[in-house]
């Protein structure tokens, strides 16, 4: 619907031999323009960056570098919120986003296998991709053609086909976050359903990999679920009882906390104790919504 307003974008730079745009005749998906988009290319390297996504001037140069090893097949950048000071949900996503980058995939990193080199900014090797564009095309999921989770697959048959997955915190990125609850909670339904999806379809990809590796996959899936059967024990403790479960409670709490200083002492700012706001998030609205 927004065509006219690119029209100008393509006209300054239609002269300039180093840029060519692909105009399709309808929305068809981030995948499939992905796809006609690689099947034009001719680089050895491949830079997915989303719309709403600004790099560093050093992204390229620094993702690119990790490249050279050539068992490496994708590398993500760091991930920030251009809109961090916008609301409150948008400081929380932004301490998100470091925790899933700098905990999450830096310590799959050190095994050569992060799980999902994330839309908004990721490199890929074009002979690599070239070699898994009818598997990423032709996905389907319960007998329907799959819309969602396009990075994770990716990344899913990358691993697969036996290459290397990196993580680059130097290569900053800077995307676009909801700046309300309705986005947000849409976007991570998106996420979740992606993220059972495709750990479902790697669990043989998960036995070839490093037994931490395997466990931290594991634990990312089990641990909502565990989380929800705690809030349910509680809330049938207190109907039955009358009594509030504060062991639980207290439990909850101090893994919070926990996780919070010591996301604060890692990235040496403060503001992670306030992460702890997100728990509540978690419990009462994010784990309803992916059950």
């Known amino acids: 619907a927004n065509r006219d307003a690119l029209v100008g974008v393509h006209e300054e730079y239609a002269g300039d031999p180093r840029f060519n745009f692909i105009a399709l005749p309808k929305n068809v998906g ?13 680089g050895d390297l491949v830079l997915n960056v989303d719309s709403d996504t600004i790099l560093a001037p050093d992204v390229i140069t620094r993702l690119a570098l990790k490249m050279q090893d050539q068992a490496v097949g994708a590398a993500m950048g760091q991930l920030a919120a251009s809109n961090r000071s916008e609301t409150w949900l948008t400081r929380l996503i932004d301490m998100e986003y470091w925790l899933a980058c700098n905990e999450e995939r830096a310590a799959q990193a050190r095994f050569g296998a992060v799980m999902c080199c994330c839309g908004p900014c990721a490199m890929y090797r074009r002979s690599a991709l ?11 999921f319960r007998g329907k053609p799959s819309d969602f ?9 990358m691993l697969k086909a036996g290459f290397r ?4 915190p130097e290569a900053v990125a800077a995307t676009v976050v909801p700046n309300s609850m309705g986005p947000y909670l849409r976007q991570q339904l998106r996420w979740a359903r992606s993220t059972f999806r495709d750990t479902l379809l790697a669990f043989q990809l998960l036995r070839g990999l490093n037994i931490y590796l395997t466990l931290d996959v594991i634990g990312q899936n089990i641990g909502p679920l565990l989380l929800s059967l705690s809030i349910l024990a509680g809330l049938a403790q207190f109907v039955t009882t009358g009594t509030v479960p504060w062991t639980a409670c207290l439990m909850i709490a101090a893994m919070t906390i926990v996780r919070c200083s010591v996301a604060a002492f890692r990235a040496r700012q403060l503001r992670f104790l306030g992460f702890s706001l997100h728990t509540l998030i978690n419990i009462f609205l994010l784990l309803p919504l992916k059950a």
Request: aromatic share 6%; net charge positive; glycine share 2%.
């Open 30 to 42: 981030k995948r499939k323009a992905q796809i006609a988009a690689i099947r034009r290319s001719c």
């Open 130 to 140: 070239v070699s898994l564009l009818d598997q990423y095309e032709t996905q389907r």
């Open 149 to 157: 989770g396009e990075d994770r697959h990716l990344t899913i048959l």
């Open 165 to 168: 997955t990196e993580y680059v």
